[in-house]
Structure formats: C-alpha cells, structure tokens
C-alpha cells in the first residue's frame, strides 16, 4: 500500500492508525501548493480533488477521503478492534463520529487556516467550533473515547483535528475533557510514533 501524506494535514489520521496496527506502508509526500508528488509527478493524476489523504491498494486500486480510509486499514486488522464490525450498531456508531468531525470540525477549521479571513469571521468560527467541543466534552466527561467500547479510529480523527487548535485557537483549557483526551492520545506509542514521523517528513 502506499500513502500520499502532507505533514500537518489531516493524512496524520491515517498515519496514526498505520502505526496503530504496524501495517507495512509506503509513504509518499505531497507538496499540497503545487499539487506535485516528492521526487516530481502530477498528484492530481493519484487524485484529481487534489488532496490528501489517498491510499493506494497494492492492486492499484485509489481509495480516497479520510472517513473511508481509516475504516478500510481497521477492518485490515480486525482483532486490533479499531472499528467496530461491521453491520453492527457500534459500527454506525463509528460512522457517526466520524461525519461530525469531518463535517462539524474539520471543515471548520478552513477560515481558520484563511490568510483572507477577517478577525471578525476567525472569531465567529471559534464560537461555532466552541458550540462542538462543548457537545464532544459530555461524552469525554464520562469516558475515555468517543465509543464505550474504548479506542477506535474515530479518537484518531479527533485527535488530528483538536491539535489544530494550538496554531488557530480557541485553546482547549477551556475544555478539561479535551485536554485529558489529548493527553491520553499522546501517551499512546503509536500515536507518539507517528508524529515524530510527521514532523521529521515537515522538515525534509
């Protein structure tokens, strides 16, 4: 399998989840600006959206956006129970968290990330992101993930999207919940592995 990553991106959730099950991948970095592949070649020709993540199947089948991938790679490894089985309620459950953090959160963040964005429309924002990381903090105020059956790739989406808030704001403190989740995801050695991979990658 090959991933097409860009490091700070959201392509770390399956980064991470990669490390989490210790499954052998190629990784490819994509210069987002140019739409170009490491070493040269049009990305846009792996992925005409022209964004990350894509993972590419060893039959060289394109499996895009990062709900789906995630998913994909946990049901490669089952007994890791990073999703729950499929055509169970829990799976639904699953799916769930996952479209309101990509709808709710993730796609939140853009004006954030908006050289063009006024302070007035930044500050709009992060009310409305504050309004989400209220209803996530009940649910991470009674337990440690996002599903009861423990950790699962949907804690890794959240994850990758909530350290955006240390270069954008609003800043966790407000939300204990949250930074007692984040503290937890740090601890974890494939999470911790995975960063350093990412960094390491935001240099070269």
């Known amino acids: 399998m090959k991933l097409y ?12 989840v990669l490390s989490e ?9 994509v210069n987002l600006q140019t739409k170009t592949l490491d070493g040269g070649g049009d990305f846009r020709a792996i992925n005409p959206k022209g964004y990350v993540p894509v993972l590419q199947l060893d039959d ?6 990062g709900p789906a991938i995630v998913q994909y790679l946990a049901d490669r490894k089952p007994e890791a129970k ?5 055509g169970t309620m829990e799976r639904y459950r699953l799916q769930e968290w996952l479209n309101f953090i990509s709808t709710e959160l993730h796609k939140q963040f853009s004006p954030l990330f908006n050289p063009a964005s006024t302070d007035a429309v930044k500050e ?10 209220n209803f996530i903090s009940q649910t991470l105020s009674k337990q440690d993930y996002l599903l009861p059956s423990g950790f699962s790739v949907a ?15 609003p800043a966790l403190t407000t939300w204990p919940a949250l930074q007692a989740f984040m503290t937890r995801m740090q601890a974890r050695p494939g999470v911790a592995a995975a960063l350093a991979a990412d960094r390491d990658a935001k240099k070269g």
């Open 155 to 169: 804690d890794v989406y959240l994850y990758t999207v909530l350290a955006w808030t240390g270069a954008t704001g």
């Open 82 to 86: 990073l999703a729950p089985a499929n």
């Open 124 to 133: 709009a924002q992060k009310q409305r992101l504050g309004e989400r990381f």
């Open 21 to 29: 099950l210790g499954l052998p991948t190629d990784m490819v970095k």
């Open 60 to 65: 060289g089948s394109i499996l895009t956006e």
């Open 5 to 16: 990553f860009s490091p700070g991106s959201c392509s770390l959730s399956p980064r991470i």
